[in-house]
């Protein structure tokens, strides 16, 4: 079975090295990908299948991740859908707040494609072998090391 990805970001370079790397990684993956909380939502409630993961940047416009997690904790319909909070910043505290909210990961935006080929492939292994519902992984920062 393919797995589908949804990338919420609102960096257009962003996007496009991660779908890249995504490719790269495994090109059987499905790959969609929205430049703001709202219309990723709005996407989320309109197909026919939810992703398999959802990456959501924190800092976006017009409705940022953090929001964008809390509207979506509040839907039980998304409730099976891991979040990976995705940003190019980490704080213990912001992190501790997203993580209370819904969050199921944390990756800090890495420097490198390479690097960032890295994390998405820990961070897949990470989702095809956790059980995400339980939302007791103390694996929340995922890092390359």
Request: proline share 3%; aromatic share 10%; net charge negative.
């Amino acid at each position: 079975m393919n797995k589908n990805i949804l990338l919420v970001d609102d960096d257009e370079d962003d996007r496009m090295f991660f779908h890249q790397a995504i490719e790269e990684i495994d090109s059987n993956i499905h790959f969609e990908s929205r430049s703001n909380g709202l219309t990723a939502l709005e996407y989320l409630e309109s197909c026919s299948s939810l992703p398999d993961a959802l990456f959501l940047d924190i800092n976006m416009p017009i409705l940022d991740g953090f929001s964008c997690l809390k509207r979506l904790r509040s839907n039980v319909i998304f409730d099976a859908i891991p979040v990976i909070m995705f940003s190019t910043s980490y704080s213990p505290e912001t992190a501790l707040k997203l993580k209370e909210a819904g969050a199921d990961f944390y990756i800090k935006k890495p420097n490198s494609f390479i690097e960032l080929k890295i994390l998405l492939k820990k961070a897949l292994g990470l989702l095809q072998h956790q059980n995400l519902t339980s939302k007791n992984n103390n694996y929340f920062l995922i890092t390359n090391e």
